[in-house]
């Protein structure tokens, strides 16, 4: 506002100063003159948004002088320590690069721009900028920091550490990065404490909270280091919680920075209330339960159904020394599966691939597997309005139609389901059906073996995964799959090994699995875009180039209202399902919550918050509750 008052004073004194050469003008219409200018200045000058809060799209629920977040609690107290467990193993304590394999809780170190609520989706609150300007437009975004921010060492946060950041990020950090922010431009330190970023497409709606999301890195701790080389140097941040010590790919222990700078801010009230967290790292699940169940560490976020439904009759839980909860997740459920590598040349045929999704029997894997407690997932945006339903709209098929004859007919039909068998275990009619497409396709068998019509090799592949448990799933896959000529070999590997196979995208088939989205926008084009697709360490691990593809993602993360994006994220999701990139696996409709009974916490629970990594911030050590277990120990 005071930015267009001062344009409109100079316009003021530039009719003062002409009014010389005006002299035969009555001095009424020089004045209505002058308030004409004044005017349509200020219709076409650009409102600046000045807020607390970002939100991509309505009103953040929070307002500026807000206390807490709802699903915290006043009666929350500081003390005791928590003891978690973690799979598989570290390397480094580098969440922000590609090599090596990060300590899966050491973003706990950093602060960023601005947080996320948890129980809104797509809208963040200021920690480090305590407030925000942009147009708008979208066209820039200026970030005004808390004077108050400091690092672990004590000194201030600066807008030159935010610029150090953003550059480290993009010129040494993963690659993903200098993707997700390839449309940013010039960035500008305005003062000490305000740094602006000037956006070189504003259609990419979604980078103004991608940029509220960076971390703040001490550009005085990292000179003359080396950011991008992996290793367990204990680095600097400006949290809630540093490192104590670490057993390297065994355990590692965080300490709550009693001197932490935003300890009473309103966006941490009631939150980080364990003193000490101690990590604890398992290379087995079923050690890793044992381990639970004998009281070595604490909380469980339990994700195996079969050990829901049966690992839980046991003394402990019985008498109430462990807890139990589960409840409904209202959250985006994302998509798990197992994905083909079309860089492959036979994994490049979509009718391989389809008849491969019809050897997976879901219903008896439920039933023998599951215990009832899965559901097939059928959308890339499950339980989400983005999913795709029924026919294709006509803002739907708008997108869609330039691009028909590319695209399988299905596309144009119904949305994907799944087959459903029977359950029996002797999918016959699927089996039937895959071997049908198959031989119309121009495949043959011969001696047992499946041959490609491309190559005439033998359709032989392998499928890569990290978790042992999870053989007693693809090995009925894998037997379907032999009775209609594919062989594929399974082979378990361990977590730096895969890691390292999947950034070099060395694979025919991996299991993999992706956190859901409340609101499709541009990481849509890091998971299936073209230009990523060759990008090593990237995320499109299918390999996927499809001009289609490309065209709607551009159109959702353009699109300015919720019908645009709707009819975007339809469409997408048909190509996705119908093109057969990967076999959809399952998902809970619940989380699931095991814990020792020394803990408290707030009433209500984070809505958006996967596998309640939030909520869990919001519990805090009960002497009573922990004394009292002591006792019936």
């Known amino acids: 506002m005071i930015t267009y008052l001062k344009s409109s004073i100079k316009l003021v004194t530039c009719a003062h100063l002409s009014y010389r050469r005006l002299k035969n003008v009555p001095i009424r219409t020089l004045f209505v003159f002058c308030a004409t200018i004044i005017l349509s200045s200020a219709c076409f000058a650009e409102t600046i948004i000045k807020s607390h809060a970002l939100t991509k799209y309505g009103t953040p629920k929070y307002p500026k002088d807000f206390t807490r977040f709802e699903y915290t609690s006043e009666n929350a107290v500081k003390g005791g320590e928590v003891r978690i467990s973690e799979f598989g193993s570290y390397d480094s304590l580098n969440y922000f690069i590609q090599k090596g394999v990060a300590e899966r809780n050491c973003t706990l170190m950093?602060?960023?721009?601005?947080?996320?609520?948890?129980?809104?989706?797509?809208?963040?609150?200021g920690l480090i900028a305590e407030s925000i300007e942009y147009p708008k437009s979208k066209q820039w975004i200026i970030f005004n920091l808390n004077p108050k921010a400091k690092f672990s060492d004590g000194k201030a946060v600066t807008a030159e550490d935010i610029k150090f950041t953003f550059e480290t990020l993009i010129e040494h950090g993963d690659p993903v990065y200098k993707m997700y922010f390839a449309d940013v431009g010039k960035v500008e330190i305005l003062s000490p404490h305000r740094i602006k970023f000037d956006i070189t497409n504003p259609e990419n709606k979604d980078l103004l909270n991608a940029l509220a999301g960076l971390p703040a890195f001490p550009k005085h701790f990292w000179k003359g280091k080396e950011f991008a080389k992996s290793g367990l140097s204990i680095p600097m941040g400006s949290s809630a919680y540093k490192i104590e010590r670490f057993d390297a790919g065994r355990s590692i222990t965080y300490v709550r920075d009693k001197n932490y700078w935003a300890k009473d801010l309103n966006v941490n009230n009631g939150m980080y209330n364990f003193d000490k967290i101690y990590v604890e790292y398992y290379r087995d699940q079923d050690v890793d339960f044992e381990a639970f169940k004998a009281g070595s560490y604490d909380y469980l976020y339990e994700a195996t159904s079969k050990t829901w439904a049966t690992g839980y009759d046991i003394e402990p839980v019985h008498k109430g020394k462990i807890k139990r909860l589960e409840y409904e997740?209202?959250?985006?459920?994302?998509?798990?599966g197992i994905f083909f590598n079309l860089r492959k040349p036979m994994l490049k045929n979509r009718t391989l691939r389809q008849a491969m999704s019809l050897a997976f029997d879901f219903e008896w894997t439920k039933k023998n597997i599951f215990y009832g407690s899965y559901s097939r997932t059928n959308s890339f945006y499950e339980n989400t309005k983005y999913a795709a339903q029924g026919t294709p709209?006509?803002?739907?098929l708008a997108l869609l139609s330039p691009f028909r004859d590319q695209l399988p007919?299905?596309?144009?039909?119904?949305a994907y389901r799944a087959t459903e068998t029977d359950g029996s275990g002797n999918n016959r009619k699927q089996l039937r059906e895959a071997k049908k497409i198959l031989d119309e396709a121009g495949y043959n068998i011969i001696n047992g073996k499946l041959i490609d019509p491309a190559s005439n090799k033998p359709v032989e592949m392998e499928i890569i995964i990290r978790q042992a448990g999870l053989e007693k799933v693809l090995n009925p896959w894998i037997a379907n799959l032999k009775k209609i000529g594919i062989i594929v070999k399974l082979r378990i590997m361990d977590l730096a090994q895969w890691s390292n196979l999947l950034e070099v995208y060395d694979y025919d088939i991996v299991w993999l699995g992706f956190r859901g989205v409340d609101i499709p926008?541009?990481?849509?084009?890091?998971?299936?875009?073209?230009?990523?697709?060759?990008?090593?360490?990237?995320?499109?691990?299918?390999?996927?180039?499809?001009?289609?593809?490309?065209?709607?993602?551009?159109?959702?993360?353009?699109?300015?209202?919720?019908?645009?994006?709707i009819a975007a994220a339809r469409a997408l999701d048909r190509i996705l399902t119908h093109?057969?990139?990967?076999?959809?696996?399952?998902?809970?409709?619940?989380?699931?919550?095991?814990f020792w009974d020394k803990f408290s916490y707030p009433e209500k629970r984070t809505t958006?918050?996967?596998?309640?990594?939030?909520?869990?911030?919001?519990?805090?050590?009960?002497?009573?509750?922990a004394k009292k277990l002591k006792q019936t120990k």
Do not use: C
Request: glycine fraction near 6%; proline fraction near 4%.
């Open 608 to 625: 958006y918050d996967f596998r309640h990594e939030i909520g869990f911030y919001t519990w805090w050590y009960d002497e009573e509750k």
């Open 110 to 125: 950093y602060d960023s721009l601005m947080v996320s609520s948890a129980d809104e989706p797509n809208t963040m609150y």
């Open 409 to 414: 007919p299905a596309v144009f039909g119904p």
């Open 521 to 565: 926008s541009n990481e849509q084009a890091l998971l299936w875009g073209s230009e990523n697709a060759d990008v090593e360490g990237g995320a499109n691990y299918m390999g996927i180039k499809n001009p289609a593809i490309d065209s709607i993602i551009k159109k959702l993360i353009a699109a300015t209202n919720d019908e645009e994006r």
């Open 579 to 594: 093109s057969h990139y990967i076999v959809p696996l399952y998902h809970s409709k619940t989380n699931r919550l095991a």
């Open 329 to 336: 997740d209202e959250m985006a459920q994302g998509v798990s």
């Open 393 to 396: 709209s006509k803002e739907e």
